[in-house]
């Protein structure tokens, strides 16, 4: 039985009665490894969007974000000039808070220093966790934590590069969204062999 074909009850709890769009997050995306530099590029965007707010308000947006950020293009988000931004809080299809805007082309700019340093982001990225995903076996929601000394190390390092909207609770949840951190519940049907 496949992950989107398993009863919603036997999900991590958090997609448990969640939209479809979220179970597909949850069933499809969530946990699996990434090494894709533009995906890694929008998950940091959206990631960082989300702080104060639900995942699901972020994600029921993904696509506006996609639109109004040249569809995660880093280079092109990069050069966005204030007219842009001014734009940007403008659109009532992503979160407008001025920060959150403004760190878009921070995090743009910080992101291509780093993939011009180590050739790829994601090299960068999985460097931390020697190439393999951290596997956890957790039981219950309870037991997954909000933060980890990696990901205290991760959010303390990427804030020295200059990225915003990288505090260890993001970083965890980044890490989890792209897979290098993976903590599907056992027994939940999206989890990887």
Request: glycine letters at 6%; proline letters at 5%.
């Amino acid at each position: 039985m496949s992950a989107t074909t398993a009863p919603v009850d036997q999900r991590c709890a958090w997609a448990r009665g969640a939209s479809d769009l979220m179970l597909a997050y949850h069933d499809e995306e969530w946990g699996r490894p990434s090494h894709d530099d533009r995906h890694l590029f929008e998950m940091l965007v959206l990631e960082g969007a989300q702080a104060g707010l639900s995942w699901s308000t972020v994600l029921d947006k993904r696509e506006n974000y996609r639109r109004a950020l040249d569809g995660f293009d880093p280079e092109t988000v990069a050069a966005y000039d204030q007219a842009r931004l001014d734009a940007l809080l403008q659109d009532p299809g992503i979160i407008r808070n001025r920060l959150k805007v403004a760190s878009v082309v921070r995090n743009a700019q910080a992101f291509l220093r780093v993939r011009d340093e180590y050739g790829a982001f994601a090299d960068y990225l999985w460097g931390w966790v020697d190439g393999s995903p951290i596997v956890n076996r957790f039981t219950d929601m309870s037991q997954i934590p909000a933060s980890t000394p990696l990901s205290d190390r991760i959010s303390k390092d990427l804030k020295k590069r200059g990225f915003t909207f990288v505090g260890t609770t993001i970083t965890y949840a980044y890490l989890q969204a792209n897979g290098l951190v993976e903590d599907h519940l056992v027994g939940c049907p999206a989890k990887p062999a």
